[in-house]
């Protein structure tokens, strides 16, 4: 092991944690997140979390794939996929914005997203 | 080097590369970050580099990537696959070639290491169209200071006893 090598390892360690905190950084708090589940580049479905959707289900039938996902309080996982490695439901449940599931097999992104303006209410009764 | 030693070495290499590709899929690893492997068939790729040169090792890396796919079946993983051995051979290759004073196996293999996630990444990113995917890029970086790092190691105690054990062939 030469100089030239423990410099290339100290650089490339100082890289990833400043662009890694970068990303953090980047996620501002956000009024309300919303899941983007998105197939081979297209979005598929938008759902806004809501104590409606709580143990809620979507299965995802597409030509590249099956994968289901469920949702809880706030987070989301995949729970079942067709994919061989399975990485996707190893992965666990993500929560916060800016953070993703991959599925590469199956072209699937599952991802969770912030608006910063808060969700205009239809009808307010007294 | 007679050319039928040069042809029944190369395909050596490339079944040893198989061999350990199909192998480190059934290592369970630590974190799960797609795209993270232990790159295990590097070795065979770095090893390639050192005692043939830039072409034979292209032509390893590809020909292991596309007999992978008629061992694994996963089609989709052949883009990622390709993308990753051709850019990390590329760098490998410059690094070696220019700048192996700075650098020994173990610097080669780490940027060839990094320059596979990079093209992976991108891949995935042109793929699925989205650009927030390189944010998996800083965890897969310093996974790859790891691989890297034995892989290098490895890569260093086997061209050299290949070197020395094959030297009546070489030079023949």
Same mark, same amino acid.
């Given at each position: ?6 410099i290339?390892?100290?650089a490339i360690?100082?890289i ?12 501002v708090?956000y009024?309300?997140k919303y899941?983007?589940i ?6 598929y ?6 104590? +409606?959707v709580?143990?809620?289900?979507i299965?995802i ?6 994968n ?14 067709? *994919?061989p490695?399975?990485?996707d439901?190893?992965q666990?449940?993500? +929560?916060s914005p800016?953070?993703m599931i991959? *599925?590469?097999p199956n072209r699937?992104v599952i991802?969770i ?5 808060t969700?205009e209410?239809d009808?307010? +009764?007294? | 080097?007679?050319r039928?030693?040069?042809?029944i070495?190369l ?6 590369g ?9 290592i369970?690893?630590?974190i799960v970050?797609p795209?993270?492997?232990?790159g295990l ?5 770095l090893v390639t580099?050192?005692i043939f040169?830039?072409?034979?090792a292209m032509?390893?890396?590809?020909l ?5 796919v008629l061992?694994?079946g996963?089609? %989709?993983?052949?883009?990622y696959s390709?993308?990753?051995?051709i850019?990390s051979g ?6 070696y ?6 650098? %020994?196996?173990?610097g080669? %293999?780490?940027?060839?290491?990094v320059?596979h996630?990079?093209?992976q990444v991108s891949t995935?990113?042109?793929?699925m169209?989205?650009l ?10 310093i996974?790859s200071l790891?691989?890297g ?5 490895s890569?260093i105690f086997? %061209? ?6 094959l ?6």
């Amino acid at each position: 092991m030469t100089k030239g090598d423990k410099i290339l390892i100290v650089a490339i360690i100082i890289i990833s944690l400043v662009s890694l905190g970068f990303v953090k950084n980047n996620i501002v708090n956000y009024n309300e997140k919303y899941i983007s589940i998105q197939v081979n580049g297209q979005e598929y479905k938008k759902v806004i979390f809501d104590n +409606s959707v709580i143990g809620k289900t979507i299965p995802i039938e597409t030509e590249f794939g099956y994968n289901l996902i469920e949702i809880g309080d706030g987070d989301v996982r995949v729970i079942e996929a067709s *994919c061989p490695d399975k990485l996707d439901v190893l992965q666990g449940a993500i +929560s916060s914005p800016g953070e993703m599931i991959v *599925c590469l097999p199956n072209r699937l992104v599952i991802e969770i997203k912030g608006t910063t303006e808060t969700r205009e209410i239809d009808y307010i +009764s007294y | 080097m007679k050319r039928i030693n040069k042809i029944i070495f190369l395909s050596l290499l490339v079944s040893i590369g198989l061999a350990l590709s199909v192998l480190e899929s059934s290592i369970p690893l630590p974190i799960v970050i797609p795209g993270a492997r232990l790159g295990l068939s590097n070795m065979v790729i770095l090893v390639t580099l050192v005692i043939f040169g830039l072409k034979e090792a292209m032509v390893v890396s590809i020909l292991k990537s596309v007999v992978l796919v008629l061992i694994t079946g996963s089609v %989709s993983s052949l883009m990622y696959s390709l993308s990753g051995g051709i850019l990390s051979g590329i760098v490998m290759y410059i690094a070696y070639k220019y700048f192996s004073k700075i650098f %020994s196996l173990i610097g080669v %293999s780490i940027l060839g290491a990094v320059g596979h996630n990079i093209a992976q990444v991108s891949t995935a990113v042109y793929i699925m169209s989205n650009l927030r995917i390189y944010s998996y890029l800083p965890i897969l970086l310093i996974t790859s200071l790891f691989t890297g790092y034995f892989v290098g190691l490895s890569s260093i105690f086997i %061209s050299k006893n290949l070197k020395k054990g094959l030297s009546h062939i070489f030079n023949a």
